[in-house]
């Protein structure tokens, strides 16, 4: 996992901490056994945040797309940055490689389901037609287990909304 190496970084490979970014972003990442510098902070759909003032603004860019500039190049327009050890937190830029849309969403969709969950060994089964993922399953399952709850717990009559009160409504 050490060895992946972006064809994008042509010249030497940049270590953690480099100072071409400030100390204020390091303290964001940490390395990790994968050889990924993991994000730590402000973590949404698994993408690492950074936040930026830009001109008296505050702005928020993805952290790895804020870590490839510096450290590999400037991003071609309309480039997907793509993890190429597909963990969605890793700002190491030997990890990044810059792909069309369509390229990145053939990519994930190989490797992730739709929302983004890996399809690894065990979080993969098959039904009769196409490959699914576990932990979408398992999301849904709990989030139909709520609502059936809920229903249970939702008074659907007046009756039953006397009973859960202790008292009659409308008076004796
Ligand atoms: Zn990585
Ligand atoms: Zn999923």
Known sequence: MNT???????GEVPS?????????????????????????SNLRRGYGHYHLRIGGTDAKVRAHRHAYEPLVGVIPD?????????????????????????????????????????????NTYRDSRSRQCRTCRRERNRASRKRV???????????EMQRANGTPIGGA
């Open 4 to 10: 992946i190496i972006s064809p994008d970084i042509t």
């Open 16 to 40: 953690f901490g480099d100072t071409r970014l400030p100390a204020r972003f390091w303290v964001k990442a940490r390395t990790i056994e994968s050889g990924c510098w993991q994000w730590t």
């Open 78 to 122: 309309g480039l997907h940055v793509d993890h190429l050890c597909r963990n969605r937190g890793c700002v190491n830029p030997a990890h990044l490689q810059a792909v069309t849309q369509a390229e990145n969403n053939h990519r994930q969709m190989t490797t992730h389901c739709g929302r983004g969950h890996l399809f690894d060994e065990a």
């Open 149 to 159: 709850a809920l229903r249970r717990s939702t008074p659907t009559s007046l009756a």
